[in-house]
């Protein structure tokens, strides 16, 4: 593994830029049309993937999933969730502390690439500059309302465009590297 941690996000977006409606609710992307049963390359991306940092809004929608979906360690942010249910003790680590504290743990233990997931923990890697790369899928509809992907900043963060994917049903696939000078 390469000694240079990167962070990750991959998330989908209405094109009016909302990932939830202002409930939470993710109902319009579950329910989008998909007539080939694609994943969009979700299951690739998981294969680089050594760790997923989400938070605990996240981590209560995927607890709401049939089956639990990573087969890689789960860090949730919280600062109020104490415990897991047992059954996922081995597969979902609490965390109460500072994000570049996380990351230097991560490091340690030799994790490279790391999936960051939810809207405000999205946010928080962004107003440290933790983001190495942004993958987002923009689901064509337009919510007019919810939680956006990106709130205020107070700075400015360039990124390259690597590549864009175009889907049958009209989905499409963007990466982005952080441009470091």
Same mark, same amino acid.
């Given at each position: 593994?390469? !000694?240079?941690?990167?962070?990750?996000?991959?998330?989908?977006?209405?094109?009016?830029?909302?990932?939830? +409606?202002? $409930?939470?609710?993710? $109902?319009? @992307?579950?329910?989008?049309?998909?007539?080939?049963?694609?994943?969009? =390359?979700?299951?690739?991306?998981?294969?680089?993937?050594?760790?997923?940092?989400?938070?605990?809004?996240?981590? !209560?929608?995927?607890?709401?999933?049939?089956?639990?979906?990573?087969?890689?360690?789960?860090?949730?942010?919280?600062?109020?969730?104490?415990?897991?249910?047992?059954? &996922?003790?081995?597969?979902?680590?609490?965390?109460?502390?500072? @994000?570049?504290?996380?990351?230097? %743990?991560?490091?340690?233990?030799?994790?490279?690439?790391?999936?960051?997931? =939810?809207? %405000?923990?999205?946010? #928080?890697?962004?107003?440290?500059?933790?983001?190495? !790369?942004?993958?987002?899928? +923009?689901?064509?509809?337009?919510?007019?309302?919810?939680?956006? &992907?990106? !709130?205020?900043?107070? *700075?400015?963060? +360039?990124?390259?465009?690597? #590549?864009? $994917?175009?889907?049958?049903? =009209?989905?499409?696939?963007?990466?982005?590297?952080? *441009?470091?000078?």
């Amino acid at each position: 593994m390469s !000694e240079q941690m990167s962070n990750i996000v991959y998330i989908a977006t209405s094109l009016d830029g909302f990932i939830a +409606r202002r $409930d939470g609710s993710i $109902d319009w @992307l579950m329910n989008y049309p998909n007539p080939e049963n694609s994943d969009f =390359g979700f299951s690739v991306f998981l294969e680089i993937i050594d760790a997923i940092v989400m938070g605990r809004k996240t981590f !209560e929608v995927v607890l709401g999933f049939d089956t639990w979906p990573y087969s890689k360690p789960v860090f949730v942010l919280t600062q109020t969730l104490k415990t897991v249910h047992a059954s &996922l003790a081995s597969k979902v680590t609490l965390f109460h502390g500072d @994000l570049r504290e996380l990351l230097q %743990q991560l490091k340690a233990k030799t994790i490279s690439n790391v999936y960051v997931d =939810g809207g %405000q923990t999205i946010h #928080s890697f962004l107003k440290q500059d933790l983001i190495d !790369e942004l993958i987002i899928s +923009r689901i064509p509809i337009i919510l007019g309302s919810g939680i956006p &992907l990106f !709130e205020s900043m107070d *700075a400015e963060y +360039r990124f390259n465009h690597v #590549s864009t $994917d175009v889907f049958s049903n =009209g989905i499409t696939k963007t990466r982005y590297l952080r *441009a470091r000078d």
